[in-house]
């Protein structure tokens, strides 16, 4: 009988990177993720957090709100400035209006600490998924141009397989999921998708029929793609609908 194979060692798995003062909780999920297949760090200050993260190749952050040295929001900011890393925010604060600061800033989710291990770790594969799979296996319904696979409105040309977007001849430093926001509406352009197709389609959650994410998410897409709500070259808000992504020379 073959003897059964050894488990991989923590060098061999994706990293994960905890930024948390509560060192119990660190240790907790550093615990119960390492069986799961991640190898979790931790540090315990804002300002290690924003070293750390720039200094490691991440699969993903998990990111405490209220730290010492630097606060979460903060710790986030800088590290959005140069790196698309998923970053998962945790705080004991659930009110709608931190969720909403944290996303605006970057974040790709929100979980309050009143999380289980299990809820977190699903979390964990949704943002990473997100973040990193190809989409090959998806048939794009706007024009293509290029490479197979690849959508293109007017200028803006997004290619799935890579998960990059480019305007013009400027790559945009979207998070994954921006990216899945941008990607699902120029597959459909001229068409109109609901808030809660959206969600569906661009998170791997149910969520409350209020929720105001995709609001907050499409807010920072459309900053990073230099637009004006009020006159929009790709985006547009259907009134109590939805959005839609606009047909060149509509």
Request: hydrophobic share 35%.
């Amino acid at each position: 009988m073959d003897p059964a194979p050894s488990p991989p060692h923590p060098g061999d798995l994706p990293r994960v990177l905890m930024v948390e003062d509560d060192r119990k909780l660190c240790r907790l999920l550093r615990d119960y993720l390492g069986p799961m297949g991640y190898d979790l760090h931790a540090v315990h200050d804002g300002r290690e957090g924003v070293e750390a993260a720039r200094s490691g190749n991440w699969l993903a952050i998990l990111l405490d709100v209220m730290l010492p040295g630097l606060d979460g929001f903060e710790v986030l900011r800088q590290i959005r400035r140069d790196s698309s890393v998923p970053i998962l925010m945790l705080t004991t604060r659930g009110e709608e209006a931190d969720r909403i600061v944290g996303l605006e800033m970057g974040a790709d989710d929100y979980l309050p600490k009143t999380f289980s291990p299990r809820e977190l770790l699903a979390r964990l594969r949704a943002v990473t998924r997100r973040s990193r799979a190809p989409e090959t296996d998806r048939t794009a319904t706007a024009n293509t141009d290029g490479d197979e696979g690849e959508v293109v409105v007017g200028d803006l040309h997004i290619q799935p397989s890579t998960r990059v977007a480019v305007l013009g001849d400027r790559p945009l430093n979207l998070t994954a999921v921006e990216f899945d926001l941008l990607l699902s509406l120029a597959r459909a352009p001229g068409r109109v998708k609901t808030r809660e197709q959206l969600l569906e389609e661009v998170r791997d959650r149910d969520y409350e029929v209020f929720d105001r994410s995709i609001d907050v998410h499409i807010s920072a897409l459309r900053k990073k793609l230099g637009e004006d709500p009020r006159e929009p070259r790709f985006i547009e808000t259907i009134r109590s609908v939805g959005y839609r992504m606009i047909r060149p020379g509509s």
